[in-house]
């Protein structure tokens, strides 16, 4: 058995490093044409480039492994089928699922791997590749003129010149146009200059020769001004700017981080949205209570995901100890000074003490009116007296809660008319509008949310596509052992195909809160995984060694299997009738 797993193992580490590498090749083929028009004409040195194709690397490489993995399963078990030797293991009692486990086996150890790889490498490279890609936007190319055409210095300064010599930067029959002063549009025209990149090497110097200078005074048409000079110097600024990579970055976003620092994020955005919800619950049912529509209550989102929870406190603590152990310290032994030295003859501080309040006078003929009750204030020794908060007055007219629900909506309770008779406030619209500020901002902090969690399993989703591959590859390549490279290859566009666009309708379902992230990001690995068990169950069960040919035999055996059941049928009725 030693020998067979050997064998099945060392006839899919070819094809997969072949489909690995073609598929990677292909995929950044294709990003780097996109991208060429972004690093084309920067004067980007060789280190950059070459760094933005490595960090574009990590991507890739996740999105080709797992349909890398079910092209070498195809190609292995369909070129074994078709050289009969799934046919001689099965006369020797090897059945498929027994030549399988090895490849199980290495399947699963490859998405464990691409758990660690989606984890760590691939949010430290989006991370960095982000931050290059804002380095690569804030460089700008050194100035270069064309002859004979209008060169945009900027969106409001033009330069047009007739003839450049390159060597010496000098420039002949010169004409610029102006017009950074609104109005006040300025046209200068010079026999000759030169242009170079000032001392700070981000400026652009002009020295002009032998010219003049015509504008409009204060935009005025009616004042026009034409100085002359022997020599101008001009100075635009922010022309050339070098590549300056960042050293850091604070800023990440959700595809830059990590399992746990997206479950920390999570954790504490589930408590603001879980506030914010039972805040538009509450405005919805006292709106219901004064008449209006009934809403529909939002689903109540976890306050922490479960799979995330198990990885980051179980799972990752214990590899991280098994791995690298923690070295035990000792504690450093407690000074006796460190404590400050109480002193036996120091008094205890007592609180102030509370003024009295004075009864009020009692008028003849009344009775007697009792002072109130005011309870003492207790103060801890070494606190400063509290302050009481003074409350906010409601606005005239309105009670408490109307004016907080105004205050809530955006409205201003004391800008409204003062008298309730001639301008009555509708406590309906009060309570509409208190709705609709909590329900825009519940929209827009559950979406943040969805999004963390979609985040979460899509990286767990992704690394265990291979194992599901795995398992949908061989019942394929048994069914059609001679298909060849052809069938190879457009199954597992086919295949893939799907399994990305359910990804995809899953993600986008998450976001808008139709489904659970969990079940959006799992439910095409469920699928996959029960359709592939169904036909390994019907390979297992057949009773024959080999599985036929190619497609057209495929297409020939359901033709004759169509005609037998008709003819079958006709024959039934034909009997019936007599």
């Known amino acids: 058995m030693k020998l067979l797993t050997r064998y099945v193992i060392r006839e899919h580490i070819g094809p997969l490093v072949f489909a690995l590498s073609a598929l990677t090749s292909l995929l950044m083929l294709q990003y780097v044409a996109r991208q060429l028009a972004n690093l084309a004409g920067k004067g980007l040195p060789w280190s950059a480039i070459g760094q933005f194709f490595v960090l574009s690397l990590p991507f890739t490489v996740a999105m080709t492994l797992p349909m890398a993995v079910l092209v070498a399963t195809l190609y292995a078990f369909g070129r074994m089928a078709?050289?009969?030797?799934?046919?001689?293991?099965?006369?020797?009692?090897?059945?498929?699922?027994?030549?399988?486990?090895?490849?199980?086996?290495?399947?699963?150890?490859?998405s464990l791997f691409m758990v660690w790889f989606n984890d760590q490498v691939l949010p430290a490279a989006n991370h960095r590749l982000s931050m290059l890609q804002r380095d690569i936007a804030r460089t700008k190319p050194t100035l270069a003129l064309r002859d004979q055409a209008l060169n945009a210095i900027t969106d409001q300064f033009f330069m047009r010149v007739a003839r450049t010599d390159a060597e010496t930067n000098r420039m002949y029959d010169v004409v610029i146009y102006d017009l950074s002063r609104g109005q006040e549009r300025k046209t200068i025209y010079a026999d000759s200059g030169v242009f170079a990149p000032a001392p700070n090497n981000r400026d652009l110097q002009l020295t002009l020769y032998d010219g003049f200078a015509q504008e409009f005074v204060r935009g005025d048409p009616r004042q026009f001004q034409r100085s002359y000079f022997q020599s101008q110097v001009i100075r635009q600024a922010g022309m050339t700017q070098g590549f300056e990579a960042s050293n850091s970055d604070g800023y990440k976003g959700d595809r830059e981080m990590t399992v746990c620092e997206l479950h920390r994020k999570y954790i504490a955005d589930a408590v603001e949205v879980e506030r914010v919800r039972l805040e538009y619950v509450s405005n919805a049912q006292q709106l219901r209570k004064m008449g209006g529509p009934a809403i529909r209550s939002p689903r109540q989102r976890p306050r922490s995901e479960v799979l995330a929870t198990f990885y980051c406190e179980r799972l990752v603590p214990a590899l991280t100890g098994v791995f690298l152990p923690k070295k035990a310290k000792a504690q450093p032994p407690v000074k006796a000074d460190s404590q400050p030295p109480v002193k036996p003859d120091s008094q205890p501080v007592q609180p102030p003490v509370q003024q009295p309040v004075q009864p009020p006078v009692q008028q003849s003929g009344q009775?007697?009116?009792?002072?109130?009750?005011?309870?003492?204030?207790?103060?801890?020794?070494?606190t400063a007296t509290p302050i009481p908060a003074t409350p906010i007055q409601p606005a005239p007219g309105l009670t408490a809660q109307q004016d907080s629900l105004?205050?809530?909506?955006?409205?201003?309770?004391?800008?409204?008319?003062s008298n309730p008779a001639a301008a009555p406030i509708d406590s309906l619209q009060v309570f509409q509008g208190a709705v609709n500020a909590s329900g825009t901002q519940l929209v827009a902090q559950r979406e943040g949310l969805d999004s963390l969690a979609v985040e979460i399993h899509k990286k767990f989703a992704l690394s265990f596509a291979c194992l599901v591959f795995v398992l949908f590859g061989p019942p394929i390549a048994l069914r059609f052992p001679r298909g060849g490279v052809g069938v190879t290859i457009g199954v597992s566009i086919i295949v893939f195909g799907l399994y990305y666009v359910c990804l995809m309708g899953g993600e986008a379902l998450a976001d808008k809160g139709r489904l659970p992230a969990y079940v959006a990001m799992w439910?095409?690995?469920?699928?996959?995984?029960?359709?592939?068990?169904?036909?390994?169950?019907?390979?297992?069960?057949?009773?024959?060694?080999?599985?036929?040919?190619?497609?057209?035999?495929?297409?020939?055996?359901?033709?004759?299997?169509?005609?037998?059941?008709?003819q079958s049928r006709k024959t039934t009725t034909v009997g019936a009738t007599a």
Do not use: Y
């Not at 046919?87 to 199980?104: D, E, H, Y």
């Open 523 to 566: 439910i095409a690995n469920v699928i996959f995984t029960l359709v592939a068990l169904v036909m390994l169950w019907r390979v297992e069960s057949t009773t024959d060694t080999s599985r036929g040919g190619g497609f057209r035999d495929w297409l020939a055996d359901r033709k004759a299997r169509r005609k037998a059941r008709n």
């Open 367 to 382: 009775p007697p009116v009792q002072p109130p009750v005011v309870p003492p204030v207790i103060v801890p020794p070494g």
């Open 406 to 417: 105004l205050r809530a909506s955006g409205v201003d309770p004391n800008a409204l008319p």
């Open 82 to 110: 078709a050289e009969h030797e799934i046919t001689a293991f099965k006369a020797s009692g090897v059945r498929v699922r027994t030549m399988m486990l090895p490849v199980l086996f290495c399947a699963l150890l490859l």
